[in-house]
């Protein structure tokens, strides 16, 4: 079974940092290019950030300045690191693969909360 499983969620307040991790199984890791969304209630699903097999990243340009995806993998594991959190960065972060040649092949994590608040 193709296995996404986001962690790393939970309350910070404005200002602070937090390191999500996404633990990928069931896939050719190496073959994905790996990104995060996130959700608010009522609006559409946002990308945040991605990051292909050769390193390459991108980021949204809400938070390209503050967050900072990565890749390790011989752990089969992306990582998004998020400074200054700010209120509006709260949502349901998601964990995203896409097979590279092949974007039909994709998958969703269920999703880990990220909550920003005084």
């Known amino acids: 079974q193709v296995q996404l499983v986001e962690s790393g969620g939970g309350l910070v307040q404005p200002g602070g940092s937090l390191r999500l991790s996404c633990a990928v199984s069931?896939?050719?890791?190496?073959?994905?290019?790996m990104g995060w969304y996130r959700q608010v209630p009522g609006k559409e699903r946002e990308w945040v950030a991605l990051?292909?097999?050769?390193?390459?990243?991108a980021h949204a340009g809400s938070v390209k300045d503050r967050f900072s995806i990565s890749r390790d993998n011989a752990k089969n594991t992306i990582y998004l690191d998020m400074n200054a959190l700010k209120p509006e960065d709260t949502a349901v972060y998601y964990c995203?693969?896409?097979?590279?040649?092949?974007?039909?092949?994709?998958?969703w994590g269920q999703g880990t909360q990220v909550t920003v608040s005084s």
């Open positions: 069931g896939i050719t890791f190496s073959l994905y290019t």
């Open positions: 995203n693969g896409r097979k590279i040649g092949d974007s039909r092949q994709e998958y």
């Open positions: 990051v292909t097999d050769t390193g390459y990243t």
